[in-house]
């Protein structure tokens, strides 16, 4: 058991308000992300609950039990740097057990821990290695070893894998996913990196400037993102959003980009009304969202390919609307060069709408 | 106006090789991306270019001029680094002067505004142009330190990782105005990353390093289809494209150690023996009734869709499916493959054994 509960956790260094007022429960076994921009106090947060920060007022609790007045050493929870921190004049295996020795741990204890943990990490042929002779990578993979061997109720992780290479990240996430369901210690794994944050997460905390935005599973925060902050922070690349004004004609709704107009489903008329929201507001489509054709289709605006991203799989174009960009997704190739004329329409179904003032999502979801 | 050629270069550390046999031609105005690993001698390469290191063989040709003994100066190509070198106590408008007030240069105060206010403009900081640069965000002193490029008015840009230090938000907006930058110059950039989607979504060509040596060059979405060998095939493309070892039998091919078998259809395998197959988990079909018995063994929601590793006797597979599939993890699942997508390498060497590349 393992739960870590935030009560009103509030936090400045000097005049900065890093964190506050942050209300927050990490159930069970689960594996939580928190998610923002460097400055956004997520890594302080993080640094709270392991006790390496002291907090102005409010409560953590671990297990119901206010944790805040012990020392770091007296939590049980257990940290992972991204700077690894290993001893560097010790073997892998006297990294791994160092943490056991503290404490008195008996030998054989100590040898078949440090054995199983190096075994479900696949370091196990690296035990009598030093850490200078070991890849990034392996170096990060003992430094989660390290912070298993005890046992810890809880495991906190702070950019763990951000130091690595592209490519190595992507097998690291998968590998830190089989490890949290073969131990299935609570987990609390900061990132500024989205993609970490959807692929690791069982629920997403994004937060910015200190507040909470959101606290959701990748798959909500991603469809119904609160507010532009969260939706333009999740997904890559990042959500389409243009300061526009909903207008009626012939019993459709229209919305103007530049100089064009697309129109979307009268019910958003009523739907605006009901919410006592103003026509002025902020549109949001991801890419996905923006549907393009070569030939001219009902419904369809003419615009113009200017940048044209190749990922392999599918592209990236970026339309022009008169002075305005729609960034677009296609399949591979579909748009040959820049400079070609399409046609581009918003799925309704696809339209996020926000209030331009507050940023706060308007809660309103149009079918197809 | 810039047209580079290195002819058979090759840099040689005491004990190691950092580049060995480098030929490639860049032509004037290109965005070429130098992509690899660490250590595959992307940066040394780019040093070599810049007149920093001295090649131990081979010749580096700028306009056709063979350069090898011209200094970084004279070369006129500038150098954008990951970690900025802007004057710390200096405001941004001061970091763009400095180069330009070199006696060298002999530029009248009229010409360094006017380049300066252009620089500004293009890049976006006209509104920091007179705060102090160590009072600017990360992305911000990324943007000066390529003014402090652009005001020089180089031939060639070389950048060597300039957006690692960023945030993946950062990055991403970086990356297309950057593409948008070189395509306004009409410069030629040489770009260093070892960033697989920075090298496809800003090149127009890629070369692909591995230790010291240029294992391809091409179009993006050439090297994507048709990876020379194994190396570019996993490094190019997120999430990695699947690489299964087994043995082409009758048309078909069976995973070793032998698990499951799926049909080859017209790819190019010399006959009956041990291969590579390689197919990008965008070609994997998840869907009932397909050939594979397999357990979900990981979800990855990327949003608009999921990636699934796919568990089949001991084999791992990647899988893209739509974001709409509900699945859990050791759900059983069914899959195959696109047989006109499978591309064929030799077990031994690794090398491509399609046609056409």
């Not at chain 1, 890093?18 to 460097?38: A, M």
């Not at chain 2, 060509?205 to 095939?233: C, E």
């Not at chain 2, 998840?286 to 949003?303: F, L, M, Q, R, T």
């Not at chain 2, 899988?319 to 899959?335: N, S, T």
């Amino acid at each position: 058991m393992a739960e870590i509960e935030l009560r009103h956790v509030d936090k400045h260094f000097g005049l900065v308000h890093v964190i506050r007022d942050v209300n927050l429960t990490v159930k069970d076994k689960e594996f939580v992300v928190f998610l923002g921009p460097s400055g956004c106090g997520k890594t302080t947060t993080l640094r709270a609950i392991a006790g390496l920060e002291e907090i102005d007022s409010g409560d953590i609790l671990l297990d119901g039990k206010p944790i805040q007045g012990l020392r770091a050493a007296d939590r049980d929870i257990a940290f992972v740097f991204q700077n690894y921190a290993l001893y560097p004049h010790f073997t892998v295996y006297e990294n791994l057990a160092f943490p056991l020795r503290a404490v008195r741990t008996a030998k054989d204890e100590i040898d078949r821990t440090v054995q199983s943990v190096g075994k479900s990490l696949g370091i196990s042929h690296l035990l009598r290695a030093r850490p200078s002779a070991l890849s990034g990578g392996d170096m990060q993979r003992v430094a989660i070893g390290r912070a298993l061997v005890r046992r810890p109720k809880a495991l906190l992780l702070d950019e763990p894998i951000g130091s690595l290479d592209a490519k190595l990240r992507e097998t690291m996430r998968l590998e830190l996913k089989r490890l949290h369901l073969e131990n299935g210690s609570t987990s609390i794994y900061v990132t500024h990196d989205q993609v970490e944050a959807m692929s690791l997460a069982d629920r997403i905390v994004v937060m910015n400037e200190g507040v909470l935005q959101q606290v959701g599973t990748p798959t909500e925060v991603y469809l119904h993102p609160a507010n532009l902050f969260v939706a333009q922070f999740i997904g890559s690349p990042v959500m389409n959003i243009s300061e526009t004004m909903v207008t009626e004609a012939g019993g459709k709704a229209q919305i103007a980009l530049d100089r064009e107009t697309f129109e979307l489903p009268a019910e958003l008329l009523g739907m605006l009304q009901q919410k006592n929201a103003s026509r002025e507001l902020s549109l949001g489509v991801r890419p996905e969202g923006v549907l393009v054709s070569r030939e001219a289709r009902p419904d369809y605006r003419p615009v113009e390919a200017h940048l044209i991203q190749p990922f392999g799989g599918f592209d990236i174009v970026d339309l022009k609307v008169g002075e305005q960009t729609l960034r677009a997704r296609t399949t591979a190739g579909y748009i040959a060069k820049p400079g070609e004329r399409v046609f581009a329409r918003i799925d309704p179904a696809q339209a996020h709408f926000f209030d331009t003032k507050s940023g706060a999502s308007l809660d309103i979801r149009l079918g197809d | 106006m810039a047209r580079i050629r290195l002819e058979n270069l090759s840099k040689k550390f005491v004990n190691h090789t950092a580049v060995e046999d480098l030929d490639l031609d860049i032509a004037d105005g290109e965005f070429f991306v130098l992509l690899g690993p660490t250590g595959a001698g992307k940066t040394t390469t780019l040093r070599m270019i810049a007149g920093l290191e001295k090649p131990t063989i081979g010749r580096i040709y700028i306009n056709e001029n063979d350069v090898n003994e011209w200094g970084p100066a004279e070369r006129d190509v500038a150098l954008v680094l990951q970690q900025y070198s802007l004057y710390p106590r200096l405001s941004v408008r001061d970091n763009l002067k400095f180069p330009l007030q070199s006696r060298v240069r002999n530029l009248s105060a009229q010409e360094i505004d006017k380049r300066i206010e252009y620089a500004s403009q293009t890049l976006r900081i006209g509104h920091l142009l007179d705060r102090k640069t160590d009072r600017l965000s990360g992305g911000e002193m990324q943007r000066v330190s390529i003014g402090r490029a652009i005001v020089r008015e180089p031939q060639v840009f070389l950048m060597d990782e300039p957006l690692s230090a960023l945030d993946a938000k950062l990055r991403e907006s970086l990356r297309s105005e950057l593409k948008n930058l070189q395509r306004r110059l009409g410069a030629t950039f040489i770009f260093v990353t070892h960033d697989q989607v920075e090298a496809m979504t800003m090149g127009d060509r890629i070369g692909i390093l591995n230790k010291g040596r240029l294992v391809q060059v091409g179009t993006p979405s050439h090297v994507y289809k048709n990876p020379r060998d194994t190396f570019v095939a996993s490094f190019v493309g997120s999430p990695a494209i699947n690489l299964l070892a087994g043995q082409a039998s009758g048309g078909k091919a069976v995973m070793t150690p032998q698990s499951f078998e799926l049909p080859l259809g017209n790819a190019p395998v010399a006959g009956d023996g041990a291969y590579t197959f390689g197919i990008r988990p965008e070609d994997v079909r998840v869907e009932a009734g397909a050939p594979v018995e397999a357990k979900v063994h990981d979800i990855e929601n990327h949003g608009i869709e999921k990636i699934l590793t796919l568990r089949a006797g001991s084999i791992l597979v990647r899988a893209g499916v739509p974001a709409r599939v509900q699945v859990k993890v050791e759900d059983p699942i069914r899959f195959g493959w696109d047989p006109s997508k499978v591309i064929v390498f030799d077990r031994d060497t690794g090398a491509n054994l399609g046609a056409g590349n």
